[in-house]
């Protein structure tokens, strides 16, 4: 199984939005609901920020949304704070009943 | 609210058996509800998932690994483990446990990680 593709950064003014793209096939992210995004700071654990392409879990800020075309999903984050600056992950359920992970993007907050 | 902590050795040398622990507290690995996982992490990379066993015992891995790889559940301790035999330099990774969602196949609470270095 191939990871999904991400772009390796992107980068943001505080207040700006900015997009991340996941892109993967008919076999993952095209065919299941259950694409999920992961905020992790250098040191620390992976934190889930959406799940089923577009929730959120409790605690996350109203600023992290998700959506999914075709093969590939999205996360937005509006407002840029400096906080948000992190990698960022995202993972798809598969057709043969496993996982696979996105190769991350480094989000820089200019 | 669940926390899970991974243990096990820092350091290996090459051929050895990988033996990590991941001991859950604040939910019961029986109850049924979630696929109890775990994921690696190479310095620097990205993530990859290593396999999950269910409350049931039933287990599922990665193709990549499943001819090394063994996960085994303890009810009574409320542990999970990981056996990953004959390991090379390639295997050096963070190894997380993560407790996924049965119904959304997200990976919800991470433990923090354990730094394993395969070296001679």
């Known amino acids: 199984q191939s990871a999904l593709t991400q772009p390796a950064s992107v980068s943001g003014s505080p207040g700006q939005s900015i997009t991340i793209s996941c892109t993967g096939t008919s076999s993952d992210v095209g065919g299941y609901k259950y694409v999920s995004w992961y905020q992790q700071h250098p040191g620390r654990a992976p934190k889930l920020m959406i799940f089923?392409?577009?929730n959120r879990p409790s605690g996350v800020s109203n600023r992290f949304s998700g959506s999914k075309s075709g093969n590939t999903a999205s996360l937005t984050i509006s407002g840029l704070q400096a906080e948000d600056e992190s990698d960022y992950y995202c993972s798809s359920y598969t057709s043969s009943s496993t996982w696979v992970f996105g190769g991350g993007t480094k989000l820089t907050v200019l | 609210q669940v926390q899970l902590q991974e243990s096990g050795p820092g350091l290996m040398k090459p051929s050895q058996t990988l033996s990590l622990t991941c001991t859950v507290s604040g939910d019961s690995i029986s109850s049924g509800s979630y696929y109890w996982n775990w994921i690696r992490q190479t310095p620097g990379k990205g993530l990859e998932w290593i396999g999950y066993i269910y409350s049931s015992g039933g287990t599922y891995y990665n193709p990549s690994l499943r001819s090394r790889l063994s996960i085994s559940v303890d009810t009574s301790k409320n542990q999970f483990s990981l056996d990953l035999r004959s390991v090379t330099a390639a295997d050096t990774a963070f190894y997380y446990c993560a407790r996924a969602s049965y119904w959304s196949k997200n990976f919800d609470s991470w433990g923090q990680g354990t730094l394993v270095t395969v070296s001679s």
């Open positions: 089923d392409v577009n």
